[in-house]
C-alpha cells in the first residue's frame, strides 16, 4: 500500500469538508432552532445547482458569481416553504408531520424538476474545471475544490459573527436555546423561524453556486448531499453548529482517504462504520447539545 497518498487525501478531504460544513450548517441551523430535521435540504441545493447553471449558461456570467441570484432565490423558497408548508403544520403541535412533510416536499420538488428539465446529468463546462495547485510534491489541489472551501470558510465565519453579534443572530440562539422563554422577552418566535429557514436555504443556495463548477448533477443529486448533511449532524452532534464543522471535516477526510484506496462503494462503507463506530461510543454526537452553538 501507498502511504505517499495519505497527503493528499487528507488535504483534499478538508476542502471537501469545508464545502459539507457549509451544506450541513443549513440543517443544523433549521433541527437547532426549530426542532425539525428538514429531509428535503438537499434538494434546495439540487434546485441551487440547476439555478445556478441556468444563470450561466443564459448570461455567460462567471459561475462563482451566480450567488448573487442563488443566496436569494433560495433564501425567499425557504421563506416561502415555511410560511406556507412547515409553519402550520408545525404549529398543530405534531412532532413528526414536518418530517413527513419534508420527505413529501422531496419527492415533489425531484419529480417537478425531471418534469420540466428531464433527468438527464447536467453538468458546466468552465474555465476552472481542470485548474490545479500544486502545493506540495506529493499535493495537488483541484482550484474549484479549494475555491469551494474558501467560499465556505468565509460564509461560516460570516454566519459566526451574525449569530454572535447582531440582535437577530441573538434572537436565533435564544429561540434555540429556550423556545417556551423566549415570547417572555419579546422575541416573535415565528418570525425568527422564517429567519432559520431562508438562512439554511440561503446556505444551501451558497453550496450550489460553489459545487456547480466541479461537480455534475441530476434531480436526484438533492439526496446524496441531504445524507452527507445527515451523516454530518448525526457526527458533530444534532443542533450543534461547530459540531458540524468538527464532524464534516472528519467525513471528508475519512472519505478522501478511503477514496484513494478503495472502490467508491467500499469507500461509502466505510464512512458509514466510521459514523456508527463514533455512534456506539457517544450516541449523541461527538458535541451534544439541544440549541445551535456559535
Known amino acids: ?16 469538508g469545508c464545502i459539507y460544513a457549509l451544506v450541513a450548517t443549513g440543517l443544523t441551523m433549521i433541527f437547532g432552532v426549530m426542532r425539525v430535521l428538514n429531509l428535503a435540504h438537499g434538494e434546495f441545493v439540487m434546485l441551487g445547482m440547476y439555478l445556478a447553471y441556468g444563470i450561466v449558461v443564459a448570461t455567460g456570467m462567471d459561475p462563482y458569481l451566480s450567488w448573487v441570484v442563488t443566496i436569494p432565490a ?46 438527464n446529468v447536467r453538468g458546466l463546462s468552465s474555465a476552472y474545471q481542470f485548474m490545479s495547485i500544486k502545493l506540495a510534491p506529493i499535493v495537488i489541489v483541484s482550484v474549484p475544490l479549494l475555491i469551494g472551501a474558501i467560499g465556505s470558510v468565509v460564509a461560516t465565519v460570516l454566519l459566526f459573527l451574525f449569530l454572535r453579534r447582531t440582535e437577530m443572530g441573538l434572537a436565533l440562539r435564544a429561540v434555540a436555546a429556550r ?60 443542533g450543534n453548529y461547530a459540531g458540524a464543522l468538527v464532524g464534516a471535516l472528519i467525513l471528508g477526510v475519512t472519505q478522501s ?25 457517544r450516541p449523541q454526537g461527538l458535541f451534544s447539545t439541544g440549541a445551535v452553538r456559535a
Request: with cysteine.
Open 179 to 238: 423556545p417556551g422563554s423566549a415570547p417572555l422577552v419579546g422575541i416573535n418566535v415565528q418570525h425568527v423561524f422564517i429567519v432559520a429557514f431562508s438562512i439554511s436555504s440561503g446556505c444551501a443556495g451558497l453550496a450550489a453556486t460553489l459545487l456547480v463548477p466541479a461537480y455534475p448533477f441530476s434531480p436526484i443529486t438533492g439526496g446524496q448531499y441531504t445524507l452527507t448533511a445527515l451523516l454530518v449532524v448525526i457526527l458533530g452532534g444534532l
Open 74 to 119: 433560495l433564501g425567499l423558497l425557504g421563506a416561502a416553504v415555511y410560511a406556507g408548508l412547515v409553519g402550520p403544520v408545525l404549529r398543530r403541535g405534531d412532532e413528526n408531520s414536518p418530517i413527513v412533510l419534508t420527505v413529501g416536499l422531496l419527492l415533489v420538488l425531484q419529480n417537478l424538476v425531471v418534469f420540466f428539465l428531464t433527468g
Open 257 to 281: 482517504v478511503a477514496v484513494l484506496y478503495l472502490s467508491d462503494g467500499v469507500a461509502s462503507s466505510v464512512v458509514l462504520c466510521m459514523v456508527i463506530a463514533v455512534l456506539l461510543l
Open 1 to 16: 500500500m501507498d502511504f505517499s497518498l495519505i497527503p493528499q487525501g487528507i488535504v483534499s478531504g478538508l476542502l471537501l
